[in-house]
Nanobody, 121 residues
Framework: QVQLVESGGGLVQAGGSLRLSCAASGSIFRINPKGWYRQAPGKQRELVAAFTSGGSTNYDDSVNGRFTITRDNAKNTIYLQMNSLKPEDTAVYYC???????????????WGQGTQVTVSS
């Protein structure tokens, strides 16, 4: 089964750190990671960090300077390092990317299942 699988969420105190991982699995030929999103209760899903087409990165103002998005092409994995966490960072975090695989022609847009991040004050 072709999918993105996230891990690394959990409960952390304010000021702490977490690293989220998002690994592509299945018969993958290529991954184009697009970014990390989050959705807090009662709110819409929002973009947190993204790779641009030029290979640089963009961050929402609320996380700029605290979060870092990276990728490991050899492992078909993208990461989100989150430092200096705040209670308002509490949300379900989702990764998103295009996957080229044996089950379809051309890329498919895939989302991870989501991982809960809870920051206590």
């Amino acid at each position: 089964q072709v999918q993105l699988v996230e891990s690394g969420g959990g409960l952390v105190q304010a000021g702490g750190s977490l690293r989220l991982s998002c690994a592509a699995s299945g018969s993958i030929f290529r991954i184009n990671p697009k970014g990390w999103y989050r959705q807090a209760p009662g709110k819409q899903r929002e973009l947190v960090a993204a790779f641009t087409s030029g290979g640089s990165t963009n961050y929402d103002d609320s996380v700029n300077g605290r979060f870092t998005i990276t990728r490991d092409n050899a492992k078909n994995t993208i990461y989100l390092q989150m430092n200096s966490l705040k209670p308002e960072d509490t949300a379900v975090y989702y990764c998103n990317g295009d996957l080229w695989s044996a089950i379809r022609v051309g890329p498919g847009d895939y989302w991870g299942q989501g991982t809960q991040v809870t920051v206590s004050s």
